[in-house]
């Protein structure tokens, strides 16, 4: 889904400008959305029949459309198709109908009223010359050559680009059931397109190819490449018994090296098919078509424009084949509902990127390639827009470059928090299960699916993460202290801005020694202690860069010795406090304390710490506004105390309910 820019540029900005200006060359008007008659029928088939003439660079033909209404009284019905071109005629079974064409939408008066479930039949004629890419910000076609001499003719419509060169309903919660293509070209012409090649047949200089299409398609993913190919095929075996054809369309300058490129696709497919589910099309095919543009993951034909470059971050891989493929999955088996939910295909098929490097190059390849993801988030869109969109019927709204590395990003944390055997046990559930294959999915789908497989609720960590905005922002600090057994560590997490509940892992080292132990921070200020057997010169905050975070180590607090040596019981926080207040002390040598809760009459309320024989640092207790019996007790003003045979200090809490 890549517009090509320049040989020289480095895959970085690839990246950023087409992230950019892919949502410029697709979208047709400010008109983005569905209507409210297209939520009233349900798409079931397509059957293209056009005819491409590169000559005067235009297109005539006519669309069939089946559909199921899906409500009672259905009178008449909107399709998408772009004002440029020009009707022919509308017709349902033979009949003609009453239509009128504008804004790019066609609405269509029905021979009679359809009851729900009925079945409706249109025809649908039209010509005209498509936008196109390079001279026309709405353009998905492209006329060319790719040598001065040799045609190529092409389409990319992702987002709602398809209505530029066929009538349709174009929105991706609408996948018909399966449809045909047939496209007619001049003889010395090659058309490769969706589904599986049916029949080519030749007449007056002049051949129709005929395609079928048996999965469900979304309608940006339906493309034509027509150029001068070479065809060559090679396979695939799947699960030790099913082999799958793989039909590359290439020009024919090219097609030695395509041959050894190419091989990197067997790799990938069965890595692919082994970390998600098998290949999900192998009813049709799987192919890929050089084309004059980067890349896009039309499904069952990705195009191709990479120039055979292996330029994946720091590895020996192409970047188009890598990406575009594991979209077959990720977009095209599984589709959005509606646009709101992009990063569903984005951020998966951006996380596949670093999985298979795992896969080929190790652990320390895939960490790396985390961070160069890492380093492509827009951290002002960040901290302004979710990646969840809640426009959720407009495809600009929801198209940013976020949705690609920031998705990528929270799959990595939900991989780190779950663990691997639970988290790719979510990948295969969601890619296996009847409700989302070959049908769609949205945010909720795929939450539901992590719950199920974990067995753990997860609204805390998506709700922070693709619901809110921005990232944790730590500052931390420590110091250690001989005890009796070891040290006691005393370690001050503090967030700013948006707060946010993550695991994170501190590793605590010494020249001889390192520990890592895993902590969990949900608050604006919090205050751990950790026991060790070793004094550590240094603790590293998430050292394998787990989450997306800015984290800032801050100098321990150095108290002067006239401090150290006393006993303080710190003010509270928050105070005042609804569910839970943190209470920390400092205990300057060995003795028993006890930590209790009073109501301003005396009476015990509560006893935190019994007797407890403490040696010195500085520690924290929570109170959670209950008794003895563990049952809330009332708002109010209560008094803590902190007391040893040798002192006794107070202060005052205030509970607000």
């Known amino acids: 889904m890549k517009e090509k820019l320049s040989i020289f540029l480095v895959i970085s900005v690839f990246f950023i400008f087409f992230s950019f200006n892919k949502s410029n060359t697709t979208l047709v008007d400010s008109r983005i959305t569905i209507t409210e008659n297209q939520k009233s029928f349900d798409v079931i088939y397509y059957c293209l029949n056009l005819e491409v003439f590169p000559a005067s660079e235009s297109i005539s033909g006519y669309v069939e459309i089946k559909a199921k209404s899906l409500v009672n009284e259905l009178s008449y019905i909107e399709i998408d198709l772009s004002n440029v071109y020009i009707i022919d005629y509308i017709s349902s079974n033979n009949k003609s109908l009453n239509y009128t064409h504008s804004n790019n939408l066609i609405k269509i008066t029905l021979s009679k009223i359809y009851s729900k479930n009925e079945e409706v039949n249109i025809k649908i004629g039209y010509h005209g010359s498509p936008p196109q890419a390079r001279k026309d910000p709405s353009g998905v076609f492209y006329f060319t050559t790719y040598d001065g001499t040799n045609p190529i003719i092409c389409t990319t419509c992702e987002l709602e680009g398809a209505r530029n060169w066929w009538p349709c309903k174009d929105y991706p919660g609408d996948k018909p059931d399966s449809m045909d293509i047939n496209i007619t070209v001049p003889e010395n012409l090659t058309v490769a397109t969706n589904g599986r090649l049916v029949e080519v047949s030749s007449k007056e200089n002049k051949k129709t190819f005929r395609w079928h299409v048996s999965y469900p398609v979304t309608t940006y993913n339906v493309a034509l490449n027509i150029s001068n190919y070479a065809v060559f095929s090679d396979y695939l075996l799947l699960n030790n018994q099913d082999t799958l054809k793989m039909d590359f369309y290439v020009y024919p300058s090219n097609i030695n090296i395509a041959k050894t490129h190419f091989q990197q696709v067997k790799d990938i497919i069965s890595f692919y098919s082994k970390v998600f589910c098998p290949y999900p099309f192998s009813g049709d095919k799987l192919g890929m078509a050089e084309v004059c543009y980067w890349g896009m993951e039309h499904q069952t034909i990705i195009a191709y424009g990479n120039n055979y470059k292996n330029n994946t971050y720091s590895v020996d891989i192409d970047y188009i084949i890598l990406h575009e493929f594991a979209?077959?999955?990720?977009?095209?088996?599984?589709?959005?509902?509606?646009?709101?939910?992009?990063?569903?295909?984005?951020?998966?098929?951006?996380?596949?990127?670093?999985?298979?490097?795992?896969?080929?190059?190790?652990?320390?390849?895939?960490?790396?390639?985390?961070?160069?993801?890492?380093?492509?988030?827009?951290?002002?869109?960040?901290?302004?827009?979710?990646?969840?969109?809640?426009?959720?019927?407009?495809?600009?709204?929801?198209?940013?470059?976020?949705?690609?590395?920031?998705?990528?990003w929270i799959l990595h944390s939900l991989r780190h928090i779950q663990g691997d055997s639970t988290f790719f046990s979510i990948l295969k559930e969601y890619c296996s299960d009847p409700r989302f294959k070959y049908k769609n999915a949205n945010t909720r789908d795929f939450i539901d699916v992590c719950e199920k497989v974990s067995g753990k609720e997860l609204n805390w960590f998506f709700n922070q993460w693709i619901f809110g905005t921005g990232r944790p922002q730590y500052e931390y600090s420590w110091n250690a202290m001989k005890n009796n057994s070891g040290y006691s560590i005393n370690l001050e997490i503090k967030q700013k801005g948006n707060i946010f509940k993550m695991p994170i892992d501190l590793t605590f080292k010494s020249a001889e020694k390192e520990t890592t132990l895993t902590i969990w921070d949900s608050l604006q200020t919090q205050n751990f202690e950790i026991k060790l057997d070793f004094k550590p010169t240094e603790v590293l905050f998430d050292r394998?860069?787990?989450?997306?975070?800015?984290?800032?180590?801050?100098?321990?607090?150095?108290?002067?010795?006239?401090?150290?040596?006393?006993?303080?019981?710190?003010?509270?926080?928050?105070?005042?406090?609804?569910?839970?207040?943190?209470?920390?002390?400092?205990?300057?040598?060995?003795?028993?304390?006890?930590?209790?809760?009073?109501?301003?009459?005396?009476?015990?309320?509560?006893?935190?710490?019994?007797?407890?024989?403490?040696?010195?640092?500085?520690?924290?207790?929570?109170?959670?506004?209950?008794?003895?019996?563990?049952?809330?007790?009332?708002?109010?003003?209560?008094?803590?105390?902190?007391?040893?045979?040798k002192f006794k200090i107070g202060r005052k809490l205030v509970l607000l309910k």
């Open 327 to 408: 979209h077959e999955w990720f977009g095209n088996m599984i589709s959005l509902k509606d646009w709101g939910h992009f990063w569903l295909n984005e951020g998966f098929a951006t996380y596949a990127e670093p999985l298979y490097i795992e896969e080929k190059y190790g652990k320390e390849k895939y960490h790396n390639y985390m961070k160069y993801l890492k380093n492509r988030i827009n951290k002002s869109l960040e901290n302004s827009k979710p990646i969840f969109c809640s426009d959720s019927t407009n495809a600009r709204a929801s198209y940013n470059i976020n949705i690609y590395f920031k998705g990528a």
């Open 544 to 645: 394998e860069n787990w989450f997306l975070r800015d984290v800032k180590k801050i100098p321990a607090k150095i108290h002067n010795k006239r401090e150290s040596k006393k006993s303080i019981l710190f003010k509270n926080y928050p105070n005042p406090f609804n569910l839970k207040t943190t209470i920390k002390y400092n205990i300057p040598y060995p003795q028993s304390v006890n930590l209790c809760i009073y109501d301003i009459k005396g009476k015990l309320i509560k006893t935190l710490v019994k007797n407890k024989k403490m040696y010195p640092g500085i520690y924290t207790t929570l109170w959670s506004g209950k008794n003895e019996n563990n049952i809330e007790v009332s708002s109010g003003v209560y008094i803590l105390v902190m007391k040893s045979e």
